[in-house]
């Protein structure tokens, strides 16, 4: 098959191009040129900017099925429906956990209803704000367009090797470093992920069956808890770390960010994203995504995250780390 992928550089569409190629698909991507393309020497590479709208590159091409892991901004999924209208015989698009409106429950099927769709980008995607309304107009535009050759798909937190946001890099890391590791209370809090590179082959076999409709994804609801996920981390990497479970009241007195500063955590008291970990995930699972075993995510990242020398974009400095368990320990009946 030729497959097009509307991105392909940075995490999931590396993947997508190993496991198209894995299955001896022709593949073709198309980005700015802003990142190191270098370990695809064998794919076509396309230069485009769907923001400005400088897609002549598409113009005059079929492919039998699109991949779109670029599409955040409406105007960039309307820029390219213009050039590829008729071009392409089946679209996938990489929506988000976060179109959802109303995280209050566990269990959020594909029916639930969707944020009010934003269909003007202009502010919003400078600074990251109302990434689910975008996520949600660009859904609205592509489904008004494409219809039953569109298959939409909304993953939760995405792991594996090349993440560039290092969220659950960061427990990897700093279980396999060892030592007093301060973790948020309760362990037995839900945490919804899928390895990039499941979802990689599930999405190219999805293009080789012209799959349709909209797919929650991440690993069974309620399979998985955070204590399983640094046990598991400590076990693969060999690690002595001691988890010191601190409440959440305290992290939040001591201004801790949930999610970024301490990746994997929201806090319990946030009732209204009770339901952000614990997407029902079954009609993927019933499609044929299959989620390989945590310990083979754990030790391919911890692989990767030793080749490349970085300090980490997510999770707590050593520093303050070591400060909220000093503070912690001295103050920790105040909590219990
Ligand atoms: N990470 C998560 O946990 C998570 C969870 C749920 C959903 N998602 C969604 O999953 C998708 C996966 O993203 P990814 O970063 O892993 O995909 P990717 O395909 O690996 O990287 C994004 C690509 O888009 C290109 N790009 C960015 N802006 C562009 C533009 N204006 N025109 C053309 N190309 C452009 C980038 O290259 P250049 O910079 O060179 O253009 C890069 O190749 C995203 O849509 C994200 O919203 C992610």
């Not at 098959?1 to 698909?25: K, P, S």
């Not at 029902?280 to 692989?303: E, Q, V």
Request: charged share 25%.
């Amino acid at each position: 098959m030729r497959i097009l992928i509307l991105g392909g550089t940075t995490f999931l569409g590396r993947h997508l191009v190993d496991a198209a190629a894995a299955r001896g698909h022709e593949v073709t991507i198309l980005t700015r040129g802003r990142r190191d393309p270098q370990p695809f020497p064998e794919v076509e590479r396309l230069r485009g900017d769907r923001l400005t709208d400088d897609l002549a590159a598409l113009d005059n091409r079929t492919w039998d099925s699109a991949i779109d892991t670029s599409g955040i901004a409406p105007r960039a999924v309307r820029n390219t429906l213009k050039h590829l209208q008729g071009a392409v015989g089946h679209y996938i698009y990489l929506s988000s956990i976060a179109a959802y409106e109303d995280f209050g429950l566990p269990g959020i099927t594909e029916n639930d209803p969707l944020r009010p769709p934003l269909l003007d980008d202009q502010a919003s995607i400078e600074t990251g704000d109302d990434y689910g309304a975008l996520k949600a107009g660009c859904e609205q535009l592509l489904g008004d367009a494409l219809g039953e050759q569109l298959a939409i798909i909304r993953p939760s937190l995405i792991v594996g090797p090349h993440d560039p946001t290092d969220r659950f890099t960061y427990w990897v890391r700093r279980i396999a470093q060892g030592g007093d590791v301060l973790a948020p209370a309760p362990p037995e809090q839900w945490v919804q992920i899928v390895d990039t590179r499941d979802l990689a082959a599930w999405l190219i076999k999805s293009c080789e069956t012209g799959r349709s409709g909209v797919y929650n994804v991440g690993n069974p609801e309620k399979s998985l808890t955070l204590d399983k996920v640094l046990d598991e981390c400590a076990r693969v990497t060999r690690s002595d770390a001691l988890i010191d479970w601190v409440h959440e009241d305290f992290l939040l007195e001591a201004g801790v960010m949930p999610w970024t500063e301490l990746p994997l955590w929201i806090p319990a008291k946030e009732a209204a994203m009770r339901g952000f970990t614990s997407m029902d995930t079954r009609r993927a699972a019933s499609a044929g995504l299959k989620c390989r075993p945590l310990a083979a995510t754990i030790r391919d990242l911890w692989a990767w995250d030793r080749s490349r020398e970085t300090s980490l974009k997510a999770g707590l400095t050593p520093d303050r780390e070591s400060q909220l368990l000093e503070q912690w320990r001295m103050n920790q009946a105040r909590w219990l």
